[in-house]
């Protein structure tokens, strides 16, 4: 059970505009950590898809972006893709000094 | 370009001890602005933090898992070990390093990973 709550699953068609969730608490998100997301698509090791809550990192498209209030966090990505399918991880940090993932959230295009 | 990449045994028998080496070049183990993690994911789950260790030796455990887990660096040789004792089938996944980034605290870049299998 991870500490940060992602969908376990969204889908959307090509075009559409899809959002991913991750929630935490006062410890994590909610302390003022940031959100990190990470992109992995079948096969491979994961990819970091936006820094900072909103950041991106240079290569990524502007179809992806991300957004952070209070104890929660999300994910947009719009003009969705068939090479979009993938899962989608969260990331923040705790007072303890501890690194946290959600638990992933599968992306299908239909 | 920074590159980081596990080696290790690609299966241990229950009740082994892991040990797992990341080697990783294009930054310094010595950079107060970077540190080293670990992280694993069994097949079809989720991403699991395992450790991570700073230019000052620093180190920080898995809650869960701390009783079971080491985490060393060798600067010179621009390397990062990670032990685990006890090893059991439910610690079947790929292991993967990545650089953790200090200040911001994301991970990035990852290495391709190295699956481990428990297995008698």
């Known amino acids: 059970q991870s500490v940060l709550t992602q969908p376990p699953s969204v889908s959307g068609a090509p075009g559409q505009r899809v959002t991913i969730s991750c929630t935490g608490s006062?410890?994590?998100?909610?302390?003022?950590?940031?959100v990190h997301w990470y992109q992995q698509l079948p096969g491979t090791a994961p990819k970091l898809l936006i820094y900072?809550?909103?950041n991106r990192p240079s290569g990524v498209p502007d179809r992806f972006s991300g957004s952070k209030s209070g104890t929660s966090a999300s994910l947009a990505i719009t003009g969705l893709q068939a090479e979009d399918e993938a899962d989608y991880y969260c990331?923040?940090?705790?007072?303890?000094?501890?690194?946290?993932f959600g638990g992933g959230t599968k992306l299908t295009v239909l | 370009q920074v590159t980081l990449k596990e080696s290790g045994p690609v299966l241990v028998k229950p009740t082994e001890t892991l040990t797992l080496t990341c080697t990783v070049s294009g930054f310094s183990l010595s950079n107060a602005r970077m540190g080293v993690s670990w992280i694993r994911q069994p097949p079809g789950k989720a991403l699991e933090w395992l450790a991570h260790i700073f230019s000052n030796d620093e180190k920080s455990y898995s809650t869960s898992l701390k009783s079971r887990l080491t985490i060393s660096k060798d600067t010179s040789k621009s390397q990062v070990v990670l032990t685990m004792t006890n090893m059991d089938p439910v610690d079947t996944a790929t292991y993967y390093c990545a650089r953790f980034q200090v200040g911001a605290k994301w991970v990035d870049p990852w290495g391709q990973g190295t699956l481990v299998t428990v297995s008698s």
């Open positions: 900072g809550n909103s």
């Open positions: 006062s410890s994590n998100i909610g302390a003022g950590y940031d």
């Open positions: 990331q923040s940090y705790d007072s303890s000094l501890s690194v946290l």
